[in-house]
């Protein structure tokens, strides 16, 4: 049998898929804790062991080991552009759709305290962006003279105006700064072009941050670490969203990722108004749009999440029960390894889990809103518009394991209760039960056709 395995190297566990590509059948799946803080590999073939007992009657050959990452932190940004709602914006976008943490976002000529702080950050990629092509090019030209003298080998990618680079080229070759000019974010006013700035950020993190993180032994036991896991995430996304040339995909839909420290929301979605008369406003929208939530997670951020919610907000989830919610989610966040064991700690993680899913979704979509003027109530909208998404997908394990993953994600969409608010208004409740979301983004990288029958197998419809 011919195979192709794919691992997760998580911050938490290691994991892995196999899969027979012939028949287009997962034949394993497997886990362990991951262990970047000795030896990577020491989890990696503990996993490994897993799936050979499972599969031990069969005879496989693994055709392509293929491997995407969060460990060590995940892939750590920081992104500078010149407006703080324009290129600054654009800046935050193309790093979050390229499966990055973005840990600050800075905006105009930078400070030199902000030079500290960005090397006391110690981020994993800088990227670099600022003014439309033509446009302002002395603030860019700046910040990346500022930085060229302070950042030492921390790698930047330059997706800023046109008209600046040959300039900063000349000041980081200089200066030895490791660099990858890339297509400007917003080339014009509010237009997005994302995509250049989120490929030649895998570029580095391929070439440089693999190393860095004590991967690069992993990789001569497998054949690539080919991305961020967050973007392979995205990628499986995208695809069951869009299908491929021979098979048509199942439409727009947003996924809620729950992990122990942030909450992931990606949509697949143009988020055009659906409303006759409504005008858009601020800076496009990208189609494929991912949001990352740091104060919201099941352990580390546990207390965050109840400090962002509070009270109120989370009673509504807990069955009408006496729980001291706030000293609970101190407990968690304290103890992050908890497994629920007792009734009451599972209506614990479903509260959390709940109210995670709700504030994650109402901060990824758009908003519509009533200006009143001598013509009329004229209406704006801001962001996405989700209201005819056909699909909400719930995956991280706090959703699969959960008793009720439905109620959970129904629960959390509706506590969305402002009009305002443009959700899915009447989506179909699907699972990734397998967990099989970040496998499969890396498989259709080769296999494309195979990845969305996969997906359309496993991803489960729960009302």
Do not use: W
């Not at 566990?13 to 000795?38: G, L, P, R």
């Not at 046109?162 to 980081?172: G, P, Q, T």
């Not at 391929?206 to 896991?229: H, Y």
Request: aromatic share 6%; glycine share 10%.
């Amino acid at each position: 049998m011919k195979a192709v395995l794919l691992i997760d190297f998580g911050s938490t566990y290691t994991k892995m898929t196999a899969v027979d590509i012939d028949n287009d059948e997962i034949i394993a799946v497997a886990s362990s804790e991951t262990t970047v803080d000795t030896n990577i590999m020491e989890g990696y073939y503990k996993a490994f062991e897993k799936i050979e007992k499972q599969t031990e009657d069969t005879e496989i050959e693994y055709v392509e080991k293929l491997a995407c990452s969060s460990a060590a932190g995940g892939l750590k940004m920081i992104s500078i552009g010149l407006v703080q709602n324009l290129t600054s914006e654009a800046a935050k976008r193309a790093a979050l759709g390229a499966g990055s943490k973005v840990y600050k976002t800075y905006s105009h000529e930078l400070s030199c305290r902000e030079i500290k702080d960005i090397v006391e950050e110690k981020p994993d990629i800088i990227l670099l962006a600022g003014g439309t092509d033509g446009g302002n090019k002395s603030c860019i030209v700046k910040n990346a003279e500022l930085l060229s003298g302070e950042i030492g080998d921390i790698p930047i990618v330059l997706s800023g105006n046109k008209n600046a680079v040959d300039h900063i080229e000349n000041v980081f070759d200089e200066k030895g700064i490791y660099y990858k000019i890339t297509e400007n974010v917003m080339p014009r006013l509010n237009v997005l072009n994302v995509e250049p700035a989120r490929e030649a950020i895998r570029d580095v993190f391929m070439e440089k941050i693999i190393d860095a993180k004590g991967l690069g032994e992993a990789e001569k036991e497998i054949d690539n670490i080919m991305m961020p896991t967050p973007t392979a995430v995205l990628k499986a996304v995208n695809l069951l969203a869009d299908g491929t040339n021979e098979e048509e995909g199942i439409g727009e839909i947003l996924v809620v990722d729950i992990g122990g420290a942030t909450t992931d929301v990606h949509s697949i979605s143009k988020g055009y108004p659906t409303k006759s008369g409504v005008v858009f406003k601020g800076l496009q929208e990208p189609y494929a749009k991912r949001t990352v939530e740091g104060d919201l997670g099941m352990r580390e951020s546990a207390i965050s999440l109840y400090e962002s919610a509070g009270f109120v907000k989370m009673k509504k989830f807990m069955e009408g029960e006496c729980i001291d919610i706030k000293k609970r989610c101190e407990y968690l966040s304290r103890n992050r390894g908890l497994i629920p064991q007792t009734e009451e700690d599972m209506i614990v993680d479903e509260t959390i889990c709940t109210t995670a899913v709700g504030m994650a979704i109402e901060r990824h979509i758009g908003v519509m809103t009533a200006e009143y003027t001598p013509m009329g109530v004229v209406y704006s909208q801001e962001g996405k518009d989700l209201t005819e998404t056909g699909y909400v997908l719930g995956t991280g394990g706090a959703i699969v394991k959960s008793r009720n993953p439905g109620k959970i994600l129904r629960s959390g969409l509706e506590s969305i209760g402002d009009q305002k608010y443009l959700k899915p208004e009447k989506p179909e409740y699907l699972l990734d039960r397998d967990y099989i979301l970040s496998a499969m983004g890396l498989l259709s990288e080769r296999y494309p056709n195979k990845a969305l029958k996969l997906l359309k197998k496993h991803i489960v419809n729960i009302g």
